[in-house]
């Protein structure tokens, strides 16, 4: 499994990024995808993820309500849709893929880690 993260950038608080984590080998099809990530200094912490058909999807409560995680199972891809941006959500995002075709918010579930996209948020 090869994922590509890729969407960061820098944008004002209350904007909006989406990021997307593209799986070129095409064996995530199966298993859910989530997304983690790691502020300077701090934890790499559970954002969002995905089942493997899309039907299931949970949040981190910091970011419930302004993000909206997706899947295009034909493109091998899911998206972060990231609205009402806030300084705190500046960190260097990771997609990884689930152990399971449902998987939760512990690190320990997902394999095959992406290299991570950079979101700065400017307040």
């Known amino acids: 499994v090869q994922l590509q993260a890729s969407g960061g950038g820098v944008v004002q608080a209350g904007g909006s990024l989406r990021l997307s984590c593209a799986d070129s080998r095409r064996t995530s099809s199966n298993n859910a995808v989530g997304w983690f990530r790691q502020a300077p200094g701090k934890e790499r912490e559970f954002v969002s993820t995905i089942s493997w058909n899309g039907g299931i999807t949970h949040y981190a409560d910091s970011v419930k309500g302004r993000f909206t995680i997706s899947r295009d199972r034909a493109k091998n891809t899911v998206y972060l849709q990231m609205n009402s941006l806030k300084f705190e959500d500046t960190a260097v995002y990771y997609c990884?893929?689930?152990?399971?075709?449902?998987?939760?918010?512990?690190?320990?579930?997902?394999?095959?880690w992406g290299q991570g996209t950079q979101v700065t948020v400017s307040s």
């Open positions: 990884a893929v689930g152990l399971r075709s449902v998987s939760g918010p512990q690190a320990d579930g997902y394999r095959y």
